[in-house]
């Protein structure tokens, strides 16, 4: 399994990215898919995470109602769109393949992507 994040950029407060999460492999269809980011000088924050239907989703209390999860399994491609970006959104944003347990925990995902950087200007 590997996953790819893209979509990052620099954009000014009020504004909106779509970050895309690219997997490879035939099992994508399969697991939970979560979205992390981590600030500098900061920990690893959960974001946001939908099950393998996309029936279900979970969002951290900072996001939302601005961002919104959502997956193209044919594509095997998840999305994350940030919209009324803030300056404190700014981070590299990762996502993963949850293994098992809390959605929440970082330590509940195996297969790492390499993050995208996401900058937002006051």
């Known amino acids: 399994v590997q996953l790819q994040a893209s979509g990052g950029g620099l954009v000014q407060a009020g504004g909106s990215l779509r970050l895309s999460c690219a997997a490879s492999?035939?099992?994508?269809?399969?697991?939970?898919v979560g979205w992390f980011r981590q600030a500098p000088g900061k920990e690893r924050e959960f974001v946001a995470a939908?099950?393998?239907?996309?029936?279900?989703?979970a969002y951290a209390d900072s996001v939302k109602g601005r961002f919104t999860i959502s997956r193209d399994n044919a594509k095997n491609t998840a999305y994350l769109q940030m919209n009324s970006l803030k300056p404190e959104d700014t981070a590299i944003y990762s996502c993963?393949?949850?293994?098992?347990?809390?959605?929440?925990?970082?330590?509940?995902?195996?297969?790492w992507g390499q993050g995208t950087l996401v900058t937002v200007s006051s």
């Open positions: 939908i099950t393998w239907s996309g029936g279900s989703t």
């Open positions: 492999g035939r099992t994508f269809s399969s697991y939970t």
């Open positions: 993963a393949r949850l293994r098992g347990g809390s959605w929440y925990s970082a330590g509940s995902y195996d297969y």
